[in-house]
């Protein structure tokens, strides 16, 4: 409700109790606690020295795709830069261990959709979430959401491909930023992912209960549009046959299908509509014996 008067986490924060004890609504038990928000206040500090903007629900800034699931988060710590343009965000995922194979068709569809003007969304992991950012900032933006706080990324060991993705998008995080990995955490953030998309592609899966099918599974809840790239892994084989996802073999089938989705928009910095620039690659796939 603090939120929704004030417009912004940030003025919501720093709003005096004198204030707040006008507003309709707000009773004594709300107002004994104001001094609580001392921590919220320290956060929000700590986060404008290390240049991330909390964006609430409110804001115009909120990402689009973002409001249509149920669910969504009340606030986005964001470090780096959301653009208009990313309502046009398809989301790669898959497993961390992938085929050789895996991680060049990752990289390769990224490149090719962030030249046809689409953001790449993907959650930082090891495997083909890197490909995807990787092959993304190649021609266009990427977006990496987390499930950790923006000030303890994992894995260690993608802080600088984590550095570079602020150059060419940005990181989010619905979690504090001093937040740090947790299981659940990562299962909760899918949701995120799919939900910043218009469409989710799974490049490889092998288990039911990984983080790759739980993303794809709350893709169609949330009424986006699946593909997998492969018909090799048993993950993609079993989205397939269970009709969850459509078969595609490069980025103009994925664009393609989403056409009917946008209207040509002449102000578009890209200045062109889904169908052109459609590349004639096909990806090739084969059989990967690792598990994953």
């Not at 709003?15 to 004594?28: C, H, I, P, R, Y």
């Not at 320290?42 to 409001?67: F, H, M, V, W």
């Not at 009917?260 to 509509?273: A, C, K, P, R």
Request: hydrophobic share 35%; aromatic share 6%; with cysteine.
């Amino acid at each position: 409700m603090l939120i929704a008067h004030y417009r912004s986490a940030q003025q919501a924060i720093h709003a005096k109790e004198s204030e707040v004890a006008q507003l309709k609504g707000f009773n004594d038990n709300v107002l004994e606690g104001w001094g609580n928000w001392d921590t919220g206040r320290q956060e929000l500090d700590t986060a404008t020295k290390a240049g991330i903007e909390i964006i609430s629900y409110t804001s115009s800034r909120y990402p689009e795709n973002l409001k249509t699931i149920a669910d969504f988060p009340i606030i986005l710590y964001v470090k780096g830069k959301l653009t208009r343009n990313d309502v046009r965000s398809i989301a790669i995922v898959g497993t961390r261990t992938p085929s050789e194979q895996g991680k060049k068709n990752a990289e390769k569809l990224a490149e090719d959709l962030s030249a046809m003007g689409y953001t790449i969304i993907s959650g930082l992991a090891r495997g083909v979430d890197s490909q995807a950012h990787r092959g993304a900032m190649k021609k266009g933006r990427t977006l990496a959401v987390l499930g950790t706080g923006l000030q303890h990324i994992y894995p260690k060991e993608h802080q600088s491909l984590a550095e570079q993705i602020v150059e060419h998008g940005a990181l989010i995080s619905e979690y504090p930023m001093w937040a740090r990995p947790d299981k659940h955490s990562f299962i909760v953030r899918n949701r995120i992912v799919s939900g910043l998309a218009i469409g989710v592609v799974c490049v490889e899966a092998y288990h039911e209960k990984s983080g790759t099918m739980s993303t794809m599974r709350l893709a169609r809840k949330q009424k986006k549009k699946t593909f997998v790239l492969s018909t090799e892994s048993d993950g993609n084989k079993l989205l397939l046959a269970r009709n969850e996802a459509r078969l595609v073999h490069n980025a103009g089938d994925i664009t393609d299908t989403l056409a009917d989705l946008f209207i040509q928009d002449t102000d578009n910095e890209h200045g062109y509509s889904n169908r052109d620039k459609s590349p004639c690659y096909e990806i090739n796939c084969f059989v990967n014996e690792g598990t994953t």
